[in-house]
């Protein structure tokens, strides 16, 4: 047990590492803000700068950016309605809202302590229930993992605030956009129309920044003239009362984002987008409308996605298989230092398993402080002219879509999709099932291929294997009832049911 604590406590015990932490949580926070500088690639590139030095340091480093860039992410999201990270998506949607109502301070605290809270619970199941978890995920087939994207896919409707119709266009638009490019599977060619240009596939960066960012710079121009909104900073942490109020909704949507980060190939982004549309279905009334400024709306999906990092741990350092991106590269960087992740570190090497844990802990920590330090100066943003905020967008867009592959081609395609997104939300067409979609797109296409080849593409042995499996029968059952809840019929039959209650 001493020693359990000695290695857990190594990162507070020793300066040098403590600091390292903390380094790279704040350039975490601000690399996680930038559109288009994502975790996965300032991890990838500390790599080359750490692999001669200590598995430690080298680790704290990059634990404290992947922990501050998780939750970077949302700052742009609130304040210019561009997600810094395809997990603060959910975010954009009730943030933006909120600081265009001069309430930027209140949101960015309520996202920081609730994004603080959901990184502790899912530190926790990693430090406690690793191996449970671990098992549970690996239970998972290709046909579940197919199953899982068609449930994603379905969040349509809480996407999508008006029609369904539209909001499932839109959803089959970004699965459409997701499968150009070169077949993984077959080398073939897929909707490139014979387009050299098309064959390497458009960048998913390139299509969220220009739908989110030049769209709304495009849409600032019909208000050019229109003063900016003040913003309230007097009281940024969140009262205790609304802490409390939400704490059964953040306890939920961080168990959704652990076992959705357990799940390889997943991550924060599909958590996320999954916790806000349980929010949706469970808060009865709520004091704003989602996609309004519902607090709730920044609860689930900032716990989730910040749960979804301890989750991502779990099959990395248990089974030593990634849970998304980013513990990809740390599987790597951990063996250039000699060590192999998976079972038998578990069993040969404890010390590194808790000295990772405390590492994620000390990053948490400080991911709250400098969360909620600087606000003042970064709700600033939201209180520039629109004159001068709308060139702005745009070059933070530019940049962001060129960061990626450093790639011109990648700004053409924002720009373009920017004009595009543009037109959907002139039109009333949600822009968040795009994303969705494209996101899924390549779980959706991979998974049910790999599904139907292992039953020798026999639909009924695919279907009987769904229904011999528990698991696959109940996700099954619940993208039906999905699906269900969302048609006029059930809209209906919902409201006839009320009514009746109410006369007897």
Do not use: C
């Amino acid at each position: 047990m001493m020693s359990v604590l000695h290695d857990f406590f190594t990162v507070f015990l020793q300066p040098q590492l403590f600091l390292l932490v903390g380094l790279g949580t704040f350039a975490g926070v601000y690399v996680g803000a930038i559109p288009g500088l994502s975790v996965t690639m300032a991890v990838s590139i500390l790599i080359s700068f750490t692999f001669s030095w200590d598995v430690y340091p080298a680790i704290s480093l990059m634990i404290g950016i992947y922990m501050g860039g998780v939750y970077g992410g949302s700052r742009t999201a609130i304040l210019l309605n561009i997600p810094g990270a395809p997990s603060a998506i959910a975010t954009a949607m009730d943030g933006y809202p909120m600081a265009k109502r001069g309430e930027a301070g209140t949101a960015i605290g309520v996202t920081t302590v609730m994004s603080f809270f959901g990184g502790l619970v899912g530190i926790a199941v990693l430090a406690l229930a690793a191996p449970f978890v671990s098992d549970f995920a690996l239970k998972f087939q290709p046909r579940d993992y197919m199953l899982l994207a068609v449930l994603g896919i379905l969040l349509v409707g809480s996407l999508s605030s008006g029609s369904l119709i539209k909001g499932i266009f839109s959803g089959a638009l970004g699965i459409g956009i997701g499968a150009v490019g070169m077949d993984p599977l077959t080398f073939t060619q897929r909707f490139t129309f014979d387009i050299p240009l098309l064959t390497q596939g458009i960048s998913f960066i390139a299509v969220m920044i220009g739908m989110f960012g030049v769209s709304e710079a495009l849409l600032q121009l019909h208000n050019i003239d229109l003063p900016a909104v003040r913003q309230k900073i007097d009281k940024i942490v969140p009262s205790f009362g609304t802490v409390k109020k939400h704490l059964p909704l953040s306890l939920q949507t961080s168990t959704i984002g652990v076992l959705i980060g357990a799940l390889p190939g997943t991550g924060g982004d599909i958590a996320a987008l999954m916790a806000y549309d349980h929010a949706k279905r469970v808060t009865k009334n709520p004091e704003r409308k989602f996609g309004e400024g519902a607090i709730e709306g920044l609860v689930a999906p900032e716990t989730a996605n910040n749960a979804a990092v301890g989750g991502a741990f779990i099959p990395m350092m248990t089974l030593g298989i990634p849970g998304d991106a980013v513990t990809a590269i740390m599987i790597g960087a951990l063996f250039i230092h000699g060590l192999n992740p998976g079972p038998m570190l578990m069993i040969d090497q404890p010390h590194m398993f808790w000295f990772i844990v405390g590492a994620l802990v000390t990053a948490n920590f400080f991911m709250l402080l400098f969360g909620l330090t600087g606000i003042k100066l970064f709700t600033k943003i939201v209180e520039i002219p629109r004159a001068f905020l709308i060139p702005l967008i745009m070059l933070l867009s530019i940049v962001g879509a060129y960061a990626v592959n450093n790639s011109i081609t990648d700004v053409y395609w924002m720009l373009g999709f920017g004009v595009f997104g543009y037109f959907m939300r002139h039109y009333g067409y949600p822009l968040g099932p795009v994303i969705l979609g494209v996101i899924l797109s390549r779980l959706l296409d991979d998974n049910w291929r790999r599904a139907i080849i292992s039953e020798r593409e026999d639909l009924g042995r695919f279907f009987g294997g769904i229904f011999s499996s528990p698991l696959s029968t109940v996700l099954l059952i619940t993208v039906v009832l999905i699906f269900v809840s969302q048609t006029p019929l059930w809209t209906k039959a919902k409201a006839r049911l009320f009514k009746k209650e109410a006369t007897e």
